[in-house]
């Protein structure tokens, strides 16, 4: 289904999986409430009613749908491509946007949300890698220079994985 909807909207498939991941950790029945929104995000990527609606120009569009996950991951993709549009192919401005809205830098001009960045860009290169056919698994080592220097496995952000 993630495919399909990344293909739909032009979008690479491990991007979605990685909002997926770091959204709901693949729950379809996941649900947020978002005090400073105060509304509830839902399904898969986690999506507000408002931005549902707004994207998919369905304006009785409902958070039952929103649980669906064909709709929920419709969506999301269109919001990505919309997002990923907006910020002229950087991969971190979309991924800050997706979580964060357009405000997505502090004056000094970091994310507002840079863990969540973070995360996501982390998950989009696993995902984009075991795309490719590498075999990941979980963490090993966490200092990308000693790993490199031993040719420990492929270097993700600041994690190292090993492969296979």
């Known amino acids: 289904m993630a495919e399909d909807a990344a293909q739909r909207w032009g979008i690479e498939p491990a991007l979605l999986k990685a909002h997926i991941q770091v959204e709901s950790n693949w729950n379809p029945m996941a649900s947020r409430y978002e ?4 509304d509830t995000s839902w399904g898969l990527v986690q999506i507000l009613l408002a931005t ?5 120009g369905n304006p009785n569009l409902t958070a039952v749908e929103l649980l669906t996950p064909e709709t929920n991951l419709d969506i999301a993709a269109h919001y990505i491509a919309q997002q990923f549009s907006r910020y002229k192919g950087n991969y971190q401005d979309e991924m800050a946007a997706y979580n964060a809205g357009s405000a997505i830098r502090k004056p000094d001009g970091t994310y507002i949300n840079q863990d969540y960045v973070n995360k996501v860009y982390e998950w ?3 995902y984009k890698y075991k795309q ?3 075999e990941i698994t979980e963490p090993i080592i966490s200092t990308p220079g000693l790993a490199a220097m031993l040719g420990l496995g492929v270097i993700i952000g600041v994690i190292v994985y090993a492969t296979k």
């Open 35 to 38: 005090a400073k929104l105060k």
């Open 52 to 56: 549902g609606k707004q994207v998919s």
């Open 124 to 126: 989009y290169l696993y």
């Open 132 to 134: 490719q056919g590498l």
